[in-house]
């Protein structure tokens, strides 16, 4: 890690209060140099914390988990101030992570029933209550949820073996895997080989050389076979007994325990498709109460449905649906309004909703209208016929909250990402995904000299602003920060670009 750059100062304006949030590069994972071919499987597509934040994991389209764990932070040195270490990080907050492990998790599949092609992609990640010192977490492709433990596993390498050319080897703990026939094979082989002639030495009992303690994934159990549309998101529930599963028409309930049968809790499938008009786009529960849950649809419509009512929840709790007039709408107003995320405040208070425009924020005592509207890149609003042409206003943005609910963060075009104050207007800062997130708006446009040694350049005012901050947005439509998360505890923010996994703290 480098010196940390520039720092960016956001106020949190609740309440009057004067804090100051400096935010800064922390730790990147990945990077790749300029001109570097990005390989379609490692781009990253499911970013989460842990509910302690201890933890991080990452999917990508290569059907593959990685898995970050915090690093304890160092004790402080009398008579060093730490804030003038050249180590970035300690110059932010104490938070540094370390690389732990990774698995495949998902393969690609063919359903030859329907002759569709099943990708490997990655597009939830949920974490579960760890167990017994071990983490679990849950993760989906398009068609089967998968729960993993992540453990501590000793390995033991015995050496001075009675075998010739064997001077060691290395065994689970808890000893060797038994074949039908006995003994593991290859050391079957090996005593049958050792019998055919005399040994020339002394019989010797093999020693125990070394233990090494290393981490392994394991599948513990996989749900499958419950969706005929593509998953597009899971969450647990606040008893860690029972999770949703979500895809566009029905959503599942699941027991942790029981991988076999599910129970189909909400079903939008209309008698005759040619009637159908919106879809479910996401789905999470509610952090308190086990039997609440929330799902959003295309027509930008949130329903909050209450399991105690019914065992098919197609009656409603409440809908949080912001009237649109009819002068405003428009061809893109339905694509535009479909909503990508859904998240809930820590108390359960607020709802975060993100549609392609705008971030909205809603009390889930109010249904009417939300408490406040947050636009995201309103400067790409005269460019919708561009982002419909070539597929970016189907783009699905994540969207977060912190862990006191004062501020929100989404992503959004050429690596930026925005955070935003819960008082509008306060402490909204962009930021790029990057070791200087403010390099791309230093760059003054490019001037070319003419024949008389004269710089032409853009046609503003002498005296005026190069560029505006949103006009970044417009350079590079294709690198899209659609995967975020923020820490539970802190304002540490981790961002997916493309293949590397970029980290910011505020302080």
């Keep these: 890690m480098t010196d940390s750059p520039p720092a960016i100062s956001t106020s949190t304006g609740l309440g009057g209060s004067s804090e100051r949030l400096e935010w800064g590069f922390l730790q990147c994972f ?5 001109g570097e071919e990005i390989q379609e499987a490692d781009i990253i597509s499911a970013v989460e914390f842990d509910g302690t934040g201890q933890h991080l994991a990452t999917g990508d389209r290569g059907g593959r988990v990685v898995v970050f764990e915090r690093v304890a932070a160092q004790p402080r040195v009398p008579g060093i101030d730490s804030s003038q270490s050249p180590n970035s990080a300690a110059r932010i907050c104490p938070f540094e992570y370390r690389y732990l492990t990774e698995f495949q998790s998902h393969e690609p599949e063919f359903d030859y029933l329907k002759s569709l092609e099943i990708e490997e992609k990655i597009n939830k990640v949920r974490w579960c209550n760890p167990s017994g010192g071990s983490r679990m977490l849950l993760s989906t492709n398009d068609k089967t949820i998968k729960l993993w433990k992540v453990f501590e596993k000793k390995v033991s390498c015995l050496t001075e073996f009675n075998l010739e050319n064997q001077s060691s080897w290395s065994i689970p703990a808890g000893g060797a895997q038994i074949v ?3 003994l593991m094979s290859p050391t079957r082989n090996r005593l049958a080989a050792a019998t055919d002639k005399k040994l020339q030495f002394p019989l010797r009992f093999p020693k125990v050389a070394s233990v090494e303690v290393v981490l392994a994934a394991r599948c513990r159990r996989t749900y499958s076979n419950a969706h005929t549309y593509h998953i597009n998101s899971v969450s647990m529930s606040s008893d860690q007994e029972t999770f949703i599963s979500v895809d566009d028409l029905r959503i599942n309930l699941w027991h942790l325990d029981c991988n076999n049968q599910s129970f189909n809790i909400v079903d939008m499938k209309p008698p005759n498709m040619d009637d159908l008009t919106e879809v479910i786009t996401c789905a999470e529960f509610h952090p308190h109460h086990c039997n609440m849950f929330a799902y959003s649809s295309s027509k930008g ?5 209450d399991m105690r009512q ?3 929840c197609d009656r409603h709790l409440k809908a949080f649906e912001e009237p649109e007039s009819q002068a405003a709408r428009n ?9 990508s995320d859904v998240r809930f405040s820590r108390d359960g208070r607020y709802m975060l909703s993100r549609d392609f425009m705008t971030l909205k924020l809603w009390d889930i005592n109010m249904e009417s209208t939300p408490v406040a509207t947050y636009p995201v890149h309103e400067s790409l609003r005269s460019r919708l016929c561009d982002l419909y042409e070539n597929d970016c206003i189907f783009d699905k943005f994540d969207c977060a909250l912190s862990g006191k609910g004062n501020h929100f963060a989404t992503g959004t075009y050429s690596n930026f990402f925005r955070v935003l104050d819960k008082q509008q207007g306060s402490g909204d800062v962009l930021l790029e995904a990057s070791r200087d997130p403010l390099r791309k708006r230093l760059q003054n446009p490019p001037r070319t000299p003419n024949r008389f040694g004269l710089s032409r350049g853009s046609n503003r005012r002498a005296g005026a602003a190069s560029s505006s901050p949103e006009d970044v947005l417009h350079q590079d439509l294709g690198s899209k920060m659609l995967h975020l ?5 802190s304002n540490v923010i981790a961002t997916a670009a493309s293949n590397s996994l970029y980290m910011f703290a505020a302080k």
């Design 310 to 312: 019914a065992a098919l």
């Design 331 to 339: 061809f893109f107003s339905e694509i535009i309004s479909s909503i």
């Design 485 to 489: 998360a923020w820490h539970p505890e």
């Design 30 to 34: 990945g990077e790749r140099t300029p």
């Design 180 to 182: 039908p026939n006995g």
């Design 301 to 305: 419509c949130i329903r909050l449905a």
